[in-house]
Each structure stands twice: as structure tokens, then as C-alpha cells.
């Protein structure tokens, strides 16, 4: 059993949907499956509090788009990476396959975005970090290293090969956007040693809890991403954080 971390957050997002400060709400798009990757239909993870269409985010309505990260949840389900201007959404389809589309096209749930005009030099992350709680540490502890906040939702940027990566597509009763996500419903799979381009937040820091991470994962040049609910580390990954404006 793997340890789960990434979880899917709770319905916290309207008041970030409309935020010009960086933090909002995204959807992805690109039109080919991806080869079965020990894919099937799976149980749904920890819900998100039923979406509305009054408080979507178009995404055709997104700026600064070179400079763009953000992760989120599509409209109807599915999920949204954006990485330096380039979007995408993985759907779940009825027959059990995935489809994605590319552009900043349709609408999103939620998201979680932000603007990075330059990334810090890549620092790598030490084998001794082996769990998911011990990386969410180890990016928290880089960050304030960096001087970061730990105050606010701070992006980052994994590269390299996870010992193993396991993840979800998600997916909704009827596509509907009040709907909420449903268990049976979705697909999941892994990543076994695998090239991987992961974008992910850093929560904010609460006392007396662990650092805690929203992860989402595209395979490197294939037109696929998935939500992170737990990972393996390994060695040779390497963590980026947003360079501070000089």
C-alpha cells in the first residue's frame, strides 16, 4: 500500500477563483489517449465540495500565459496542468480510456495558479528522502531556505524519475458541473521509473500540522496528466522553486 500525501483539497477555492494575486482556478485540453499505463476504472479519492458553473474559470480568459503554473480540476471532471504556458486536460471517458485535449480551452472547477517570471537553479533532492512526508518536509524546508513565505501557496517543480508514482484522472457521476466526485468512478494507475514533469503547490503552513502538497504529473512529451496521490521519491529528482524578484 502506498502512503497516500497529495490529497485532493476540500471545497476552499471560490475566494481564490477570482484572485488577481496569483492563486484562481484552471483547465487543460489535448485530444489523444494515452497508452494503458496499468489504467482502469478505480475508486474515486477524497471528494472536493461539488463545484458551480457561477464560479468557473475560463480558461481562455487566463493572461501572462508564458509564465503560467497552475493545477486545478475541469469542469465536469478531469484534470488541469498548465506549465509555462502550455495547458492540458485529462479526462475519463465512459469506455474506461483517457483523453486529452491541449489549450486553454473550457472551464475549470478550481485552480491554483501562479505567475513565475524565473526558477531558482534546480537543487536535488537527498536519497535519504524516501516517503512523501519526508519530500513535503524537504520542499517546505527548501522554501524558507529561499526566503519564501510560508504563508502563502507557494509553486514548485519536480523533475527526474519517482521510484514510483501513483495517480488519478477524475471523474463525475454525469459530467455535470454541481455534481460530486464519485467513488467507482475515474481512473488511476502508476508511474514506474519513469521520465516525469511534476507541478505542484506547497500549502500554507498551519501550526502543529505537516507540510502538505497538491501535486499533478504530466509523462515527459506525452500529452497526459494526472493528480499525485502519493509517490516514492528515488534518486536524481531535482526541485525547483520560483526565483524571488532581485
Known amino acids: 500500500m502506498h502512503t497516500p500525501l497529495f490529497r485532493r483539497l476540500p471545497g476552499f477555492l471560490p475566494a481564490l477563483q477570482r484572485g488577481g494575486t496569483g492563486l484562481g482556478l484552471l483547465l487543460l485540453g489535448l485530444g489523444q489517449p494515452l497508452a494503458a499505463q496499468q489504467q482502469r476504472a478505480g475508486v474515486r479519492l477524497p471528494a472536493l465540495r461539488p463545484g458551480s458553473t457561477r464560479n468557473a474559470v475560463v480558461l481562455d480568459t487566463l493572461t501572462a500565459r508564458p509564465s503560467l503554473y497552475a493545477v486545478g480540476v475541469a469542469e465536469g471532471g478531469g484534470e488541469i496542468l498548465v506549465a509555462g504556458g502550455d495547458a492540458l486536460t485529462t479526462r475519463h471517458r465512459p469506455d474506461g480510456a483517457t483523453e486529452t485535449t491541449v489549450g486553454f480551452q473550457g472551464r475549470a472547477v478550481w485552480l491554483l495558479q501562479r505567475r513565475v517570471a524565473r526558477w531558482r537553479e534546480p537543487v536535488m533532492v537527498p536519497a535519504t528522502v524516501t516517503s512523501p512526508a519526508q519530500l513535503a518536509r524537504f520542499v517546505q524546508q527548501a522554501a524558507a531556505q529561499a526566503g519564501h513565505s510560508q504563508r502563502n501557496w507557494l509553486p ?20 455535470q458541473p454541481t455534481d460530486a466526485p464519485s467513488a467507482g468512478l475515474g481512473a488511476h494507475g502508476r508511474f514506474a521509473q519513469q521520465s516525469l514533469d511534476l507541478v505542484g503547490f506547497l500549502l500554507p503552513t498551519k501550526r502543529r500540522r505537516p507540510p502538505g502538497l497538491h501535486l499533478h504529473a504530466r509523462p515527459s512529451r506525452q500529452p497526459f496528466v494526472a493528480h499525485v496521490d502519493s509517490l516514492r521519491p528515488g ?12
Not at 534518486?235 to 532581485?246: D, F, I, V, Y
Open 156 to 175: 514548485f517543480r519536480l523533475q527526474g524519475e519517482p521510484t514510483v508514482t501513483w495517480w488519478t484522472v477524475a471523474a463525475f457521476p454525469t459530467g
Open 235 to 246: 534518486s536524481g529528482l531535482r526541485l525547483l522553486l520560483p526565483a524571488l524578484p532581485q
